[in-house]
């Protein structure tokens, strides 16, 4: 009796207790590898490396539809939008190719960004054979660009305050532009749930996703810093202390005052007391103002700190952006100690290794140490491939067992994991 008791309560009620808790704990096994993997992702798109200084004309490809053209200035602004139809008769080719030159020429564009959706290949094709052509003798380039997330921001709170009078295509050709200008600038405007790529992303329960998402992207933000006199609230609510309201209230300030000479003039905004300001200031920049250290992610609580500093190898703030005199200042500070200047100075070890750290690299952007986005002049087909050959690609999708490549052939090629390390 009291073993068939024994065996009832072992296959009725232990063993299915005993299942579900192994199989609960290797699911949230599962979506904890699954969310690094999506939070390493979003990492690199967002801490890309900016593309500064050039005209773009961005592209929003299209079949039937047509593909959407906007030409943007050297600091994103919309200079002209049209639509070009490529799957038409011949005619309809031609007066498009002339439409793409005229365009190209009027606004000096050096460099064409073409989203990678339906009938990208096909623009690759027509524009490349433009470059081989009428455009050999000048120096024009272009490249794919990812266009995930971009008709989420068209279609946004934030993409109708910025271009209420265009319609969403023309929305997500801007998009395509300003995310190759200024990477972490243009995607921290849409919801990071939309950029997430990953091999299990859908999977996951979006409670576990959305919080380290929203984590990630703060941290790429404070990591680079923002420049507040120019910054999209949309930017600045991910700074750390800030949210959107207070962000809001910092673009009203500058628009009733002008803009921000020094750091202590963000408390005389309403609502940004001691606390905030002590969260936010090293990484809102006030790049033209009087003060050279409101440059750099130095708090001003260390001001002090890093002018004794600089008093060691003769040097004066200014000198930092001094294209004469940046150079020595730096190899300078390379060489002092940050223990023995802790104790020279009378203050903590870790303090003076974080001042000295930005003083090392005072006015470079952390984006710069990653590699430059990779534009092209000719198409590669797939009859030009062949073994042992070395091509320039761009990651399109990480996963645990490798990455995804974009060569420019049509379909991705797969790095695996074994090529990219002599370890897992």
């Not at 790049?287 to 440059?295: F, K, T």
């Not at 300078?332 to 100690?337: C, I, N, V």
Request: net charge neutral; glycine share 8%; aromatic share 6%.
């Amino acid at each position: 009796f009291l073993r068939g008791c024994a065996e009832d309560a072992l296959q009725r009620l232990l063993l299915p207790s005993l299942e579900q808790e192994a199989r609960r704990e290797l699911t949230e096994k599962a979506e904890a590898h699954a969310v690094a993997v999506v939070g390493n992702s979003l990492r690199k798109m967002l801490l890309q490396r900016p593309v500064r200084g050039k005209r773009i004309l961005a592209v929003d490809p299209g079949l039937g539809s047509g593909c959407v053209l906007v030409a943007l200035d050297e600091f994103g602004n919309l200079l002209e939008h049209t639509t070009l139809y490529l799957a038409g008769r011949y005619r309809d080719r031609e007066a498009a190719r002339q439409k793409l030159l005229q365009l190209i020429r009027r606004h000096r564009i050096s460099l064409v960004v073409i989203g990678n959706g339906i009938g990208s290949r096909s623009f690759e094709k027509f524009l490349a054979d433009l470059l081989n052509t009428e455009l050999r003798s000048e120096d024009v380039r272009y490249g794919m660009v990812s266009k995930i997330g971009t008709k989420a921001y068209a279609r946004s709170l934030v993409g109708q305050e910025e271009f209420p009078d265009y319609d969403v295509r023309v929305r997500m050709a801007i998009s395509i532009g300003r995310r190759v200008m200024d990477p972490l600038s243009e995607l921290v405007k849409i919801d990071p749930a939309y950029l997430a790529t990953g091999a299990y992303q859908h999977d996951v329960k979006a409670k576990h996703l959305r919080p380290l998402l929203e984590e990630v992207v703060e941290s790429c933000v404070n990591q680079v810093g923002v420049d507040v006199n120019t910054a999209h609230p949309w930017l600045l609510r991910y700074v750390s202390g800030l949210n959107l309201v207070l962000a809001r209230r910092v673009e009203e300030y500058r628009r009733e005052h002008g803009q921000f000479r020094t750091r202590t003039e963000l408390k005389q905004i309403p609502g940004f007391g001691e606390g905030i300001f002590e969260l936010a200031a090293p990484f809102l920049k006030i790049l033209q103002g009087p003060e050279p250290l409101d440059r750099t992610a130095i708090h001003p609580d260390c001001y002090d700190l890093a002018r004794k500093i600089l008093e060691k190898v003769s040097a004066q703030p200014e000198n930092l952006w001094n294209p004469a005199k940046a150079l020595m200042v730096q190899q300078q500070l390379s060489q002092l100690d940050a223990q023995t200047l802790a104790q020279e100075l009378g203050v903590g070890v870790w303090m003076v290794r974080q001042v000295l750290g930005q003083l090392r690299r005072a006015g470079r952007d952390v984006r710069e140490d990653f590699p430059a986005p990779f534009f092209k002049r000719v198409q590669v087909k797939p009859e030009d491939l062949s073994p042992d050959m070395e091509l320039w690609g761009t990651v399109a999708h990480i996963t645990e067992f490798g990455a995804f490549v974009d060569i420019g052939v049509g379909n991705n090629g797969l790095v695996h994991i074994s090529q990219m390390a002599t370890h897992y």
